[in-house]
Nanobody
């Protein structure tokens, strides 16, 4: 059974930092591309950051470039952990953040339950 479990969300003041984690298990996720998405109240879910299976390629939404960093740990073949380091947080970063996985450049087929990030002004 495929499982993606996010953690690390919370309440932080503007300008602060949070580190989100996503523990992926159930498949050889070391070969999966991983991504972070977010959905704010009343808005569509949007892409935040992505990383390929090796960690050698990353991609970011313009709104988070220079503030967020995605990384991954593939040392355990049974699971993979993906991180999202968020610095310089702004109130507009408030959303539920989701971890997702896909094979290569295909659609994201696996999703976590999400973790709430709230940034106060």
């Amino acid at each position: 059974q495929v499982q993606l479990a996010e953690s690390g969300g919370g309440l932080v003041q503007a300008g602060g930092s949070l580190r989100l984690s996503c523990a992926a298990s159930g498949r050889t996720f070391s070969r999966f591309s991983m991504g972070w998405f977010r959905q704010a109240p009343g808005k569509e879910r949007e892409f935040v950051a992505g990383i390929n299976w090796s960690g050698g390629m990353t991609d970011y939404a313009d709104s988070v470039k220079g503030r967020f960093t995605i990384s991954r740990d593939n040392r355990d073949n049974a699971k993979s952990t993906v991180y999202l380091q968020m610095n310089g947080l702004k109130p507009e970063d408030t959303a539920v953040y989701y971890c997702a996985a896909r094979i290569g450049g295909g659609p994201y087929n696996y999703w976590g339950q999400g973790t709430q990030v709230t940034v106060s002004s």
